[in-house]
């Protein structure tokens, strides 16, 4: 049977034995989909992320990246763009993927490479001049160094006016028409909507629902009226 390129299976983390960060938390993702992650705060996503990334353990269940564990000699496969900022403001965009390329032991064709991708590769100037929309591409531009397989992202969107909105939305297909597999972490549900093939719910640590975009869409018209259908569940529940 074929296996899927990210593997997600019945995943649960406690903290501090009484606060269950995730429970049973299963799905499966092709390579080359993008993926998001829609929940509010506290729902879980932060954690699942972080056990995605080989940050943290989870205390049952397991995740297999193209049949491998995080962090089981596949650090280059799996790249991340947190929500903060991680950039030199007053270094140049290739100033700041030089930093990049010497952590990760990469040649500088890589930053020719990467610049070129997130259209940046003619950009001069100090990074603390630059758009929120640009800042955003070159830290997308960074997490693409060293070719990974796949691509972890807290907030894309978060804070940028609707042209650097447009901007990433573009650079996050380019991703995955490249073949990267782009998980979307994420409270703007209609740029998710936007920009994901699937979307799961996370909902109290629990994935309430996970399902292609189209299915949204065909039952509830927007993903918007899809999350709070399952949002209003939790709720009601005595």
Not at 76 to 105: C, G, H, M, Q, W
């Amino acid at each position: 049977m074929k296996q899927s390129f990210l593997q997600i299976e019945d995943i649960t983390k406690v903290y501090d034995k009484r606060i269950t960060a995730l429970s049973g938390v299963s799905f499966q993702v092709d390579r080359g989909q993008v993926v998001g992650l829609v929940g509010p705060n506290g729902s879980g996503k932060s954690t699942l992320i972080k056990i995605l990334l080989g940050l943290v353990n989870a205390d049952k269940g397991q995740v297999y990246i193209h049949h491998e564990k995080p962090g089981e000699d596949n650090s280059r496969k799996v790249s991340a763009v947190l929500e903060y900022e991680t950039l030199f403001p007053f270094f140049t965009a290739r100033e700041n993927l030089k930093i990049t390329a010497l952590t990760k032991d990469l040649p500088k064709e890589e930053i020719d490479r990467v610049l070129k991708f997130a259209g940046l590769d003619k950009r001069k100037g100090k990074v603390k001049k630059f758009s929120l929309g640009m800042r955003r591409r070159l830290m997308i531009a960074a997490a693409l160094m060293g070719d990974p397989e796949l691509i972890i992202m807290d907030e894309p969107t978060n804070g940028l006016d609707q042209i650097a909105i447009g901007e990433v939305k573009t650079l996050i297909r380019k991703l995955a028409d490249s073949g990267i597999t782009v998980i979307v972490a994420s409270h703007a549900l209609h740029d998710v909507e936007k920009i994901c093939s699937h979307v799961g719910f996370l909902l109290n640590g629990e994935l309430k629902a996970y399902k292609p975009m189209d299915s949204y869409i065909t039952q509830y018209e927007t993903l918007d009226n899809a999350f709070h259908h399952y949002a209003s569940k939790i709720t009601q529940t005595p």
